[in-house]
């Protein structure tokens, strides 16, 4: 299933990550995918603001992995793990850092910028996000969701809350 949400202004984007941000659970995994400057790290700053992270969230293009801890008690997920696959050439030199442990932790939620250059070696229902910047400023974003068999459908999300729900 295939959900499209307009964003006009960073605020759409920020409601967007914050109901995202609710239903997300341990063990989780967000790809997103989308050219420079189409607002990847602007929706993990939203998602980390949401989950309780205080420190400043920033593109972790150089140290391509980035942990930060949720000292949230009430929250069951401990850490958000932030990867920009940017500077990776292949999906086995990200798999070679160890990241699929995080992807079954059942404390940790992961989100990756430029998911589709290390497509390979994420689990099969990671949630897929795209973003389109277009000329006239607009984002268009399309996330798949998992399969409506799973338990849990994280989109769509409500349409009266956030930017305009296309489908
Ligand atoms: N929904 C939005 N509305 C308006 N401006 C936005 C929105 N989302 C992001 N921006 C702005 O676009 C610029 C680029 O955003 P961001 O750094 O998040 O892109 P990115 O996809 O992570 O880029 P890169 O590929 O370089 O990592 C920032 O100045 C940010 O404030
Ligand atoms: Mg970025």
Known sequence: MKSEYKMTTLQDTQRLAEQLAKKLQGGDVIGLIGNLGAGKTTFVQFLAHTLGIKQTVNSPTFN????????NHKSKIKN????????????AELQ???????FVDPHVVTVIEWADRVKKILPKDAMMIKIKLKKNGERIFSATSTALSQPRAF???????????LQ
């Open 96 to 102: 070679a850092l160890g990241v699929e442990e995080y």
């Open 80 to 91: 958000l793990i932030h990867i920009d696959a940017y500077r990776l050439h292949s999906a």
């Open 64 to 71: 391509i992995i980035k942990v930060y801890a949720i000292k």
């Open 155 to 165: 989109f769509p999300l409500p349409q009266s809350s956030h930017g305009t729900c």
